[in-house]
């Protein structure tokens, strides 16, 4: 039905970046919100960070400042450019969007996840 495909997960030093990229595709009516969370290692999953359709954005605060989402609705792709990383950013990143089906559903779906993994 609907599909989100994440890239841009890797190895990288601290005080490196990285962009991570989330494209949704499927029976898209339109998408509501579109978000970024991450599981480290023995950890629950948390969020990250937070866009919508207005073009509001949240973050967390052990993110604010390093962090910044953005979107291309044109493209119905999320990214999450991330600066300065540090170790404790290691762990697995998941695209999640609040989409509206052509059916006229409204239903939650989430990437598969990519790794990152900051070195220090």
């Known amino acids: 039905q609907v599909q989100l495909v994440e890239s841009g997960g890797g190895l990288v030093h601290a005080g490196g970046s990285l962009r991570l990229s989330c494209q949704a595709s499927g029976a898209i009516f339109s998408i509501d919100v579109m978000d970024w969370y991450r599981q480290p290692p023995g950890k629950q999953r948390e969020l990250v960070a937070t866009s919508t359709t207005g073009g509001n954005t949240n973050y967390a605060d052990s993110v604010k400042g390093r962090f910044t989402i953005s979107r291309d609705n044109a493209k119905d792709t999320v990214y999450l450019q991330m600066n300065s990383l540090k170790p404790e950013d290691t762990a697995v990143y998941y695209c999640?969007?609040?989409?509206?089906?052509?059916?006229?559903?409204?239903?939650?779906?989430w990437g598969q996840g990519t790794q990152v993994i900051v070195s220090s």
């Open positions: 999640h969007a609040r989409i509206w089906l052509v059916n006229m559903v409204r239903d939650d779906f």
